[in-house]
């Protein structure tokens, strides 16, 4: 039973303040959960309480999150079993009362949500990946290396936030690491004999002054090659676009150039048919869902088309993207919805539609690991948790690594499977 909920302010990966829980049962187990934060947030997402207090920390402070938790969330959970996370959720839903977690903070229930979970697999004495996914929980995510950073997550001129390294031809998750990370060094050496500057975005990856975003994938294909790789068979590449950053009015400005969705989409098609992509994501913006149709019909069959400020990780959204035949993959982001319920809820509609998964970090990150956990019990084949530098990031990689050590002949790598519209 839970037997008592504290929480505090402590600091994520970019020196803001963020909310930690700790959950105590009364068998005397003690977990704790830190919550994420995004910098190009998506509109739809769940509240993310501030302070709004200028004197402190420029008014991006958590303490009434915090108090939310100590004072309500807290004591509305008091008493009840921690293994019934589905029914503490709908408490924490119920309690905060509003559509988006707007009045305790999506922050503050998040927090809890995860905590809870951790406390009940420490209490049944089980890893967390096989607590909350059981007996088949086995299938290795392919790690999404993030290795060159735009967008809103550094001060270059990149259009693009995300340039992945995807090694989808590695036999095992701790090989696949192995690649992806001797790639990115051999990259390091590459920007800087080029000139380019080698000073990390806030997700650990490079963040150079490239003249365009197809330099960037250049870059990435000359990086695999130079570090004995082969693109596409060995290590695939993909994007995180973010183009909602960049798109007003109908309009999407790119490399100083204003262009129609039409022409964004052909160049779209150009790029899958000239780079070994398997994925792309936020591809158009949060409510262009014209555009994401056109985008689908036309490259839909052969790339993966990553939904995330588009879906939230929100049922609602996902659903709205399903009927409307738009996109074919969910980005998992668990502060986007705020529950461990609702984000599995939002993986299952995705798995019975066709749709694949890939659960994600933050921008924003702490040393809390839960999505490494969460990526294997829900089989999802695929992660995207940054460069494979910087501890934050580099603690779900690690967690993966003593997951799959713990699985052992239990565990399958993903591969190439986990991008089942990839044929290059
Ligand atoms: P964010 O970026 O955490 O800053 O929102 C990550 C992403 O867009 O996938
Ligand atoms: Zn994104």
Redesign the pocket.
């Known amino acids: 039973l839970i037997e008592a909920v504290n929480a505090r302010e402590i600091l994520d990966s970019r020196g803001n303040p963020t909310v930690e829980v700790e959950v105590l049962l009364d068998d005397g187990i003690v977990q704790r959960a830190a919550v994420?934060?995004?910098?190009?947030?998506?509109a739809f997402e769940a509240y993310e309480l501030r302070d709004g207090d200028k004197g402190r920390y420029s008014g991006k402070g958590v303490l009434k999150a915090v108090a939310a938790v100590v004072d309500e969330l807290g004591p509305a959970i008091e008493g009840v079993e921690a293994s019934e996370q589905r029914i503490i959720d709908e408490i924490l839903i119920e309690t905060d009362g509003t559509e988006n977690k707007s009045r305790t903070g999506a922050n503050a229930i998040l927090g809890v949500s995860l905590a809870v979970a951790k406390a009940a697999a420490d209490s049944a004495d089980l890893p967390l990946f096989r607590y909350l996914g059981g007996p088949n929980a086995h299938l290795l995510p392919v790690p999404l290396f993030n290795v060159i950073n735009g967008?809103?997550?550094a001060d270059n001129g990149i259009d693009f936030?995300?340039f992945f390294l995807a090694p989808i031809g590695a036999e095992t998750y701790g090989e696949s690491l192995r690649w992806g990370t001797e790639v990115y060094h051999v990259l390091k050496g590459e920007l800087k004999s080029a000139g380019y500057n080698t000073g990390l975005g806030?997700?650990g990856g490079f963040a150079p002054d490239l003249p365009s975003n197809r330099e960037g994938l250049d870059f990435l294909i000359r990086a695999i090659e130079k570090a004995g790789f082969t693109p596409g068979k060995d290590i695939a590449v993909g994007l995180?676009v973010?183009a909602t950053e960049f798109y007003k009015d109908g309009v999407y400005t790119v490399e100083g150039k204003e262009w129609s969705v039409d022409t964004l989409v052909d160049y779209f098609a150009d790029l899958v048919a000239n780079f070994p992509i398997v994925t792309i994501?936020?591809a158009l913006a949060e409510d262009d869902w014209d555009g994401w149709k056109k985008l689908t019909d036309a490259i839909g069959s052969k790339v993966q088309l990553v939904g995330?400020?588009l879906f939230v990780t929100n049922p609602k959204r996902l659903q709205q993207g399903i009927d409307l035949g738009v996109a074919n993959s969910l980005?998992v982001?668990v502060n986007q919805i705020g529950t461990l319920s609702e984000t599995l809820d939002a993986i299952s509609l995705a798995t019975r539609s066709g749709y694949t998964s890939m659960l994600?970090?933050?921008?924003?990150e702490t040393e809390d690991t839960t999505i490494a956990d969460l990526a294997v019990a829900v089989n999802a084949g695929q992660i995207?948790t940054g460069a494979p530098a910087r501890s934050e990031r580099v603690a779900k990689y690690n967690q993966l690594l003593r997951i799959e050590e713990e699985l052992g002949a239990a565990a399958v790598f993903a591969g190439r499977s986990a991008f089942p519209r990839f044929k290059g």
């Open positions: 994420p934060s995004g910098a190009s947030t998506g967008g809103e997550h936030q995300e806030d997700e995180d973010a994501e936020d995330d400020d980005l982001k994600s970090h933050r921008s924003g995207k």
